[in-house]
């Protein structure tokens, strides 16, 4: 069986029963009281603000909730803001996919430390947000890279704000990448599931070699690195592979 994972408007990871498709999320602050100029950072973020936006918010493209207070329980973490490049347009979505994964997918690998394959078997993820309606009309070019930590239909609060947020592993529960019971969407280890990522393998290919080939080579190379007859692969779509994440993570049927 087979699963993918890719980039889209919200790290929302949807899944079939033969794929996942990770996507990463688009948002947008809502600064009232702010008296910016006019201009690519109207508005814009700052790394480092916390929120407590839900799935459903997150799920949108621009978000437009306050910025919360860090020291108390927050869903999202900003910790990277970058800007459209010059000539895309907000409408081109593909372009604007693969400019958010070379501002984002950075950024995350800052934020988590250690190598892909132990990032990967990990819950955490990164959403990204664009600006409003409105803050476009003003001139707003920035992008907006959150750190979550996906818990199935839900976004977990983030059990911690330091760098690196992961330890070596093996990953404790509370953070490690398992897959729920029915949608197989990503959780905690820590919550119920159904599949968990037990091992990784990195595909040498500089450009994204298409589902076909990573589905071929994970159903051959999958079967040694998990422990069930039934299992479960993810892997990063065109906007994440280009951005350097070539890891498929292989999960194995679980009783948890």
């Not at 790290?11 to 079939?16: N, P, R, S, Y």
């Not at 910025?67 to 800007?83: E, S």
């Not at 930590?149 to 609060?157: C, E, N, R, V």
């Not at 393998?201 to 079967?223: D, E, H, I, M």
């Amino acid at each position: 069986m087979n699963s993918t994972t890719g980039v889209r408007h919200a790290l929302a990871t949807v899944l079939t029963a033969l794929a996942t498709a990770s996507v990463a999320l688009v948002a947008a602050p809502a600064m009232a009281g702010t008296t910016t100029p006019d201009g690519p950072d109207y508005q814009a973020p700052t790394v480092g603000e916390c929120r407590t936006t839900d799935l459903a918010g997150a799920y949108k493209p621009s978000d437009t909730s306050a910025p919360t207070d860090c020291a108390a329980p927050h869903t999202l973490r900003v910790i990277a803001v970058g800007h459209l490049p010059d000539g895309v347009a907000w409408s081109k979505e593909a372009a604007v996919e693969k400019a958010a994964a070379k501002i984002c997918q950075p950024a995350e690998n800052e934020a988590l430390g250690r190598s892909y394959p132990v990032r990967d078997m990990s819950a955490y993820a990164y959403f990204w947000f664009q600006p409003t309606k409105d803050q476009r009309s003003h001139g707003a070019r920035w992008i907006r890279c959150d750190l979550g930590l996906w818990g199935g239909a839900k976004i977990l609060p983030l059990p911690t704000d330091e760098t690196p947020a992961l330890q070596q592993p093996p990953l404790p529960d509370k953070v490690a990448r398992c897959l729920t019971p029915r949608t197989l969407s990503p959780t905690t280890c820590a919550r119920k599931h159904a599949f968990r990522a037990t091992g990784t393998f990195t595909v040498k290919s500089s450009t994204f070699p298409g589902s076909n080939k990573l589905n071929t080579a994970a159903a051959r190379k999958c079967a040694a690195r998990v422990s069930s007859d039934r299992y479960h692969w993810t892997y990063r779509l065109q906007p994440g592979w280009n951005a350097g994440d070539h890891v498929v993570v292989c999960y194995s049927k679980t009783k948890s």
